[in-house]
């Protein structure tokens, strides 16, 4: 459904996303999904940038929405079905993006050699834990992918992104396995879990 009155949109979705239904209707999920999209796409921020009251302002300002837009998308997560893994990524792909513009900015004038390295050090202390977080997010969402069985259009970038980063498993996108066994054991282990039926294999 196209809104072209966001606001109208944002009631609509806020109703259904704080309905109760039992099971939780996947409308719920994508209620919340389209609010915690609508709370991303509206955010503004002041530029990240020296001098460094101006930039621990901006920075002050960008983690304090990185919190709400956390638990907005992470309502999603709540609510479960493949909303909640698009949820996931498009947390991961804002945390990501957040620490590069950390990582970009730029060095005071003239700064070189120890005073240089420290302001870098200072910048990696803030970009690399949101890195860290943005893919624990994209391995929670592979997890429920598997585990839920749900097959969503995030799932392929996600696993791409892990495999970039190193992650063991999985390994490249692959197509959908559906419920094969192996050696008798579910994919995602049963009532056992994975990593046990995996160590029992």
């Not at 901006?58 to 997560?77: G, H, I, M, Q, S």
């Not at 590069?100 to 870098?120: H, N």
């Amino acid at each position: 459904v196209h809104f072209k009155d966001d606001a109208r949109a944002k009631e609509i979705f806020r109703k259904v996303a704080t309905l109760n239904t039992k099971p939780l209707s996947p409308f719920v999920g994508y209620a919340r999904y389209r609010l915690a999209e609508f709370l991303e796409k509206d955010a503004r921020f002041p530029e990240l940038k020296l001098p460094e009251a101006n930039l621990k302002v901006a920075l002050e300002k960008r983690l304090a929405f990185f919190d709400n837009l956390n638990k907005a998308y992470r309502e999603t997560v709540s609510a479960g079905g493949p909303w909640a893994i698009s949820a996931l990524y498009r947390l991961a792909k804002w945390t990501v993006k957040f620490a590069d513009e950390v990582d970009q900015i730029a060095a005071p004038e003239g700064a070189k050699g120890s005073q240089l390295k420290q302001f870098k050090d200072t910048l990696l202390s803030v970009s690399k834990p949101l890195r860290t977080q943005a893919l624990s997010a994209l391995k929670l969402a592979y997890q429920k992918a598997v585990e839920a069985q749900v097959f969503s259009h995030d799932i392929p970038e996600v696993v791409d992104i892990l495999a970039d980063n190193g992650v063991d498993e999985p390994v490249r996108a692959q197509g959908p396995a559906g419920s094969y066994r192996v050696f008798g054991i579910p994919m995602d282990g049963g009532s056992a879990g994975r990593e046990q039926a995996i160590e029992s294999v």
